[in-house]
DNA sequence: ACAATAGTGTCTATCAGACATTATCAG
DNA sequence: CTGATAATGTCTGATAGACACTATTGT
């Protein structure tokens, strides 16, 4: 590289490696953008929402939602803002869903118009009541992200056998950009936190039952948890959930009531909640 | 935001929310760095690696390496490059050393000269044979990252009692820009990762014996490990090390001589090798 | 001899997986 | 009634922490 051994006056700089009076501006141009990776689950089933690119490249193809940072705002607030103008709704109720940082994607072939450095979010949201926020992100839907495992631990502890693992993960085609290789990175990423955090009350609505937390394990995990055991686990780790009184019914209309839990102020989990089987991990 | 309901045909697209015509690059100018925070553990000590800021702002400050990203190369190339340039090493020896991306960093006035956002990068190294590189990276040094542990788990455990605890984490004087703040996540990180990873051995040469890789686990997490349960869980995770057939001895001048193992093919710790007592968790 | 480290073995508390059992609902 | 889910309890195997003990070196 042309830059190296320029001398360490400049170099021990740590930022302007650049002759002095060029300014750095007009030496490296790049746009920043945003990406979002936003998972939740309906019906047993994992989601993520994308849009459909309207115009060249990738015309048509499915990609994540996202756009640019704007010049007062950090990346941080440019995913919120692009989170509620995606979900239509309100910054306020936009920000009090989990969105934190994934990791930034840099290769400078990854947009073929310009030099595009994009930093990914990952955003979990409850099961929102309306299917998507009305005209405004028309194009913006919920795609199945097929893991082959959620309604198949459900189905398979009912006994009945669907399309259990007969799924791909990800939708039919590809996604536009690296956006691929983004939403598997982030759905690595969810499966790990939910392990030794308490991120899975984020995919939860504010009050649920120790069935609805279970069955976000099992969706996004794709197996099957034994209840009872899943039950100690979490009423044993302090501070996960937090009971409440009411205590009315849920999860599917049959069998007893559960009772009613808030997501309680821990933030990890100590000892971590380890998924079965696990044929072999990868670090990040 | 002015951006909000802009229509959905150009905020599906997902990068264009500009106006048509209107060139992206002049739209949102940034510049993009990469910041490094590079630990060793010398004699016991974790160390950090750091510059001291030749101009202004913040000059004479101690800060990251780090520098631009060039515009034919990712983020992560950058940061292997000023890797070797900071250490001193050849491209080729620097390229064989842990690296992994951090987060991001960027909030407008990080730098109060102008917009740049910094990749910033974990980086694991050996103790290095030269205190650093020869005359080039003259102003680079090794700072002690003073966890109030290490040492003082060996001196603990040898019942002397030297400054445990006494020292603050972190160099003397605060850090140039955000530096305090990415060098604190990577601290926080690197520890995490102790537990479920295999990176242990990345602060190890090449042949390290387990009272070594034991003291690399103590002087991160500033706590004293059992020796007898410390091998146990090492030598019982398949492909975290692996055995050698010479038996020299290493670890301090004293005692029994240890055989000596090279890194394995595992890189993830399952179950995890858990920090003892743990005051209270963090996400991340 | 003594200190220091390596290495082996043992005991025990804790925790997770497996699973039986009872309770309470819908149909 | 049957089927489904919630909730409690029990047993057992695996694991980690504590720690005793032996082995082999330098001083």
New binding site residues.
């Given amino acids: 590289m042309s830059a190296r051994r320029a001398g360490i006056g400049a170099a021990a700089d740590g930022r302007a490696r650049v002759p002095e009076g060029y300014d750095p501006s007009a030496f490296v141009p790049f746009a920043v953008t945003v990406d979002l990776a936003v998972f939740t689950v309906r019906e047993s089933r994992l989601h993520v929402l994308l849009v459909e690119r309207g115009q060249e490249p990738y015309l048509g193809a499915w990609a994540l939602p996202g756009g640019f940072v704007l010049p007062k705002e950090s990346a941080g607030q440019a995913a919120r803002r692009e989170l509620a103008e995606e979900t239509g709704l309100s910054a306020r109720t936009a920000g009090a869903f989990h969105l934190e940082q994934l990791r930034t994607y840099s290769e400078p072939d990854r947009d073929p118009r310009m030099r595009v450095v994009s930093v990914a979010y990952t955003a979990l949201l409850p099961d929102l009541p309306e299917p998507r926020g009305g005209g405004d992100a028309a194009r913006a839907q919920w795609v199945e992200f097929g893991p082959g495992g959620a309604g198949g631990a ?1 189905r398979a ?4 056998r669907g399309p259990v693992g007969s799924r791909r993960r990800g939708p039919g085609r590809p996604l536009a950009f690296d956006h691929e290789h983004i939403l598997a990175d982030a759905y690595d990423r969810v499966g790990a936190k939910l392990e030794y955090t308490c991120l899975a009350t984020a995919f939860c609505p504010a009050e649920f ?4 937390l ?1 069955q976000v394990y099992e969706t996004v995990w794709g197996v099957a ?9 979490v ?3 302090p501070g996960f959930v937090q009971a409440l009184e009411r ?1 009315p ?12 839990y808030r997501a309680g102020a821990a933030t990890a989990l100590h ?6 089987d696990r044929p072999e991990g990868r670090t990040e």
Same sequence: chains 1, 2.
């Fill in positions: 459900a502890r009912a006994g009945s039952t120790l069935g609805e279970r948890l034994d209840p009872p055991n899943f039950r100690r686990k009423l044993t780790t205590p019914r849920r999860t599917g209309g049959r069998g007893k009531p559960a009772a009613l000892p971590p909640l380890l998924r079965p």
